[in-house]
């Protein structure tokens, strides 16, 4: 291990914002980087949360590229730490991006809106750092408006996620009456100015004479009895509890009125875990990659195409796991099963690229725990591994079972192979999956929200010219199959009709229902049916 690189790593803070939508996750991504120096005004990512308003908006927006990707990361330098901020496309409707951005983050902020608590959204993406271990910072944002009381906004976080509570700090009201909030630790009260012009008093000791300018003496009285009350009830921070995964730190706020995002972002800084050691796969044998470790390795969560319409250029977001990267290192990649029969493929990274709030970069040098952005032209697949000596493997970046499967065609035959490119394509990314079934010409196209259907045809007919139709299909459910061989042979030759093979060539089963699959797996208990697969 190398010392220089193992303390560059430690500097590393990479975390993502989960929320329900207009939970606040923009606001609070724009205010972050204002609390960290990486941009001077707020209005600079604000572009995003008006044009998301409507779906034609927010697909123009994905189609000009620009902003979606400059947001996929953001990096900034503050007080002696290096933060990367992953973005986790938030819409009603979201895809396996989401799920994926999170296997490249090592901590999250949960933001809830303090009228709502949580709301769907939050949930399906909680239940995802938790099967990932990612330790979560809760921020309640919103107190600027009317809120339910916080006592079972933290009940709900403790009975819903099965997470303890630890509150940081304690607020004064809500909405109309919100005066700011007690930091329970230092018993400093940090006031909240009503006045948006002249921004927010500084802190005072809670016990000095000074508070009375903020708050009358019943409301004094209020806070000090909730804020013992809250203390005894709730377990004390554990940073280990918190590591682990058991425990949020709770910090209250108003995103919009960049109140609580200091205190937000130093939370992060003091417990949010540097990049942890990695499991992964060594010559066939199971290792861990640690971030000090002198070979550079890493993973790409996510692919970004045609970001310019005029070249089928590709970034691959690459995250690094360990080493010291520089400018212009070869890598070369790892695969497994049927693609892992090809030779690893190597490429010189000349023109890595850094993502800061308002520019990109060239990335000199990069550390475990960085994001990098490599052009490419499509060598580099959602999953890849990538390392100098090629022998590493990382596991972890699920592929789910889609909930929607549809039948594509293309409007002119004459463009069929040109469609089997374009979903060739699409699919390599991780926009949608594509199977094509041991019979038939026709392709399934499977994906986890309708959105992603709807981005389809637009970036068929925009990116590839290519009008096509999506059809129903009579699927309801894929699932990927593993067993003995023979036994796997005999499934398929009963089930010709059903079987597919998605991407990396590996057999899938398309189910009428999900009964069927319950039926067969009792006709068939060798064989097991996997709703997710985990890509090379
Ligand atoms: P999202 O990315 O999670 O979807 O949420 P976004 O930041 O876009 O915020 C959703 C709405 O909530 C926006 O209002 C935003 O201004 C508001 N908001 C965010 N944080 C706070 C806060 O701390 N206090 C208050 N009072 N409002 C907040 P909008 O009117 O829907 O949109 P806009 O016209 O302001 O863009």
Redesign the pocket.
């Known amino acids: 291990m190398s010392t220089s690189v193992a303390l560059e790593a430690a500097r590393r803070r990479t975390f993502a914002i989960i929320?329900?939508?207009?939970?606040?996750?923009?606001?609070?991504t724009e205010n972050l980087l204002l609390a960290g120096g990486a941009i001077r005004a707020a209005g600079a990512v604000?572009a995003r949360?008006?044009n998301?308003r409507t779906r034609s908006d927010w697909m123009k927006i994905e189609r000009e590229r620009g902003i979606s990707v400059s947001a996929s990361v953001m990096t900034f330098d503050h007080e002696g730490l290096m933060f990367n901020l992953l973005d986790t496309p938030?819409h009603e409707d979201f895809s396996e991006d989401t799920y994926r951005t999170l296997t490249a983050a090592d901590a999250a902020v949960m933001?809830l809106d303090a009228a709502k608590g949580i709301e769907p959204q939050t949930l399906k993406l909680f239940e995802v750092c938790r099967l990932r271990d990612i330790p979560i910072v809760t921020f309640i944002?919103?107190?600027?408006?009317e809120a339910q009381d916080p006592i079972a906004l933290l009940d709900e976080i403790s009975s819903k996620l099965a997470l303890d509570p630890a509150p940081l700090y304690w607020p004064a009201g809500s909405g109309g009456r919100f005066k700011g909030m007690l930091d329970l630790r230092g018993q400093k009260f940090i006031p909240f100015g009503k006045n948006r012009e002249e921004g927010h008093p500084d802190p005072v000791a809670f016990n000095s004479n000074a508070i009375v300018t903020h708050l009358d003496p019943d409301e004094q009285g209020e806070l000090e009895e909730a804020s013992m009350l809250v203390q005894e009830a709730s377990k004390p921070f554990d940073v280990q509890s918190f590591i682990e995964g058991h425990m949020t730190p709770v910090v209250f706020?108003?995103?919009?009125?960049h109140f609580g995002v200091d205190e937000l972002l130093a939370t992060i800084a003091a417990y949010a875990p540097a990049p942890k050691p990695r499991a992964a796969e060594k010559g066939g044998a199971e290792t861990h990659v640690a971030p000090g470790d002198p070979e550079v390795s890493g993973f790409v969560f996510k692919v970004q195409a045609n970001m310019d319409p005029n070249h089928r250029d590709r970034i691959a977001f690459f995250k690094l796991t360990s080493g010291k990267f520089t400018r212009g290192m070869k890598l070369k990649t790892f695969s497994t099963g049927v693609r892992g029969e090809t030779p690893s493929k190597q490429m010189s990274v000349n023109a890595p690229i850094m993502f800061f709030a308002s520019d990109r970069e060239l990335a000199e040098e990069a550390y475990a725990g960085d994001v990098i952005g490599i052009p490419n032209h499509g060598v580099l697949r959602v999953g890849e591994s990538l390392s100098e000596t090629g022998t590493l493997r990382f596991a972890g970046l699920p592929n789910f079972a889609p909930e929607i499967l549809q039948r594509v065609r293309v409007k002119d035959p004459l463009k069929a192979k040109h469609l089997k490119k374009a979903l060739e394509g699409l699919a390599e990314e991780g926009v949608t999956q594509l199977f094509r079934p041991d019979i038939g010409s026709d392709f399934i196209v499977g994906a986890v929200g309708q959105l992603q259907f709807e981005v389809m045809a637009d970036r068929l007919s925009n990116e590839y010219q290519l009008d096509v139709i999506f059809e129903a299909s009579p699927y309801a459910e894929a699932r990927w199959l593993t067993g003995a061989t023979a036994d796997l042979e005999d499934f398929h030759s009963k089930h010709r009709t059903a079987m597919a093979t998605d991407i990396d060539n590996d057999t899938v089963f398309l189910a009428k229902s999900a009964w069927e699959i319950g039926y067969l797996g009792e006709r068939f208990p060798k064989v097991a049916f996997h709703r997710s697969k985990e890509r090379s």
């Open positions: 929320s329900h939508p207009d939970a606040g996750k923009t606001t609070l604000r949360g008006e998301r938030g933001v944002n919103k107190m600027d408006r706020g108003s995103a919009l009125r």
